[in-house]
């Protein structure tokens, strides 16, 4: 099963009182206080696919982080949007939303040992495969990304750091129910909840909480590289360093795809 990639690629027009999105729905920032910072996918997820956020702002002075999960209430009829994930909209029912840290989401089954991500280019969750290079994050081009590149690829620095990318997708099971998994910087965490009914449309839960004041949605491809990845691909194979693509003669979104994503 390949993730796909559809209109859930953005933030519904429902969101809670202090968050602002841009004008293409892709970056969510809470502009005041801590809290009342709900959002969530534009469509209810198909089986299998991911929604996946990454971390643009911090905000010091808070404590608690990103949260994240799913909810098979629709948004549209939410009003007013709860204050919090947790409790209030997990209190309403039918939501499981959990909070972002590597420690408490892996959840390892009885005689698994848990390992880091393995050098295959693909992430398997279950039967869902997606490729390991978008759910990775990465450093803005500088003089240390090289470092901070492999902090992310290795999963060293904490799982709710700026450019961490944080997803979450359902696994459909034999009887009939599904299985929710968080992903962090292209490591499964593992089903954290598990029975979510697939009776009705599950949306993706993202919680601007806290210490997490922005973030964006990453587009995740079905498994088949765009012309755009593509030519990216080719760029940094032949560049010294990321800092350099600057100095290409491309047009300003391609360097900016090949410089960030």
């Known amino acids: 099963m390949a993730a796909q990639c559809r209109l859930t690629a953005r933030f519904h027009h429902v969101h809670g009182a202090n968050v602002r999105l841009d004008a293409s729905r892709t970056r969510a920032t809470r502009v005041e206080s801590f809290a009342h910072g709900l959002c969530f996918s534009q469509e209810p997820l198909a089986p299998g696919q991911i929604f996946l956020v990454e971390i643009e702002e911090k905000e010091r002075g808070w ?24 409790p209030d909209l997990v209190n309403m029912g039918d939501t499981w939303v959990f909070a972002i840290t590597r420690s408490h989401n892996r959840v390892v089954a009885e005689g698994e040992v848990a390992q880091g991500p393995p050098g295959d280019p693909f992430l398997l969750a279950e039967r869902v495969r997606i490729p390991r290079d978008t759910l990775v994050g990465r450093s803005r081009p500088g003089r240390y990304s090289h470092i901070l590149d492999e902090l992310y690829r290795t999963n060293v620095l904490p799982a709710t750091a700026r450019r961490s990318r944080i997803g979450v997708l359902y696994a459909p099971q034999p009887d009939g129910t599904a299985d929710m ?65 600057d100095g290409l003669d491309l047009p300003a979104p391609l360097k900016s795809f090949c410089e960030h994503e």
């Open 181 to 245: 998994h968080i992903v962090i910087n292209g490591e499964d965490m593992g089903p954290s909840a598990r029975h979510l009914p697939t009776t009705r449309p599950l949306y993706a839960v993202v919680d601007v909480f806290a210490s997490t004041k922005s973030v964006r949605v990453i587009p995740v491809e079905d498994g088949f590289p765009s012309l755009q990845t593509l030519c990216r691909v080719v760029i940094q194979k032949h560049i010294v360093h990321r800092v350099a693509i």
């Open 63 to 86: 404590c608690g982080h990103l949260r994240v999960g799913l909810t098979a209430l629709d948004p549209q009829h939410l009003q007013p949007v709860p204050e919090y994930s947790l």
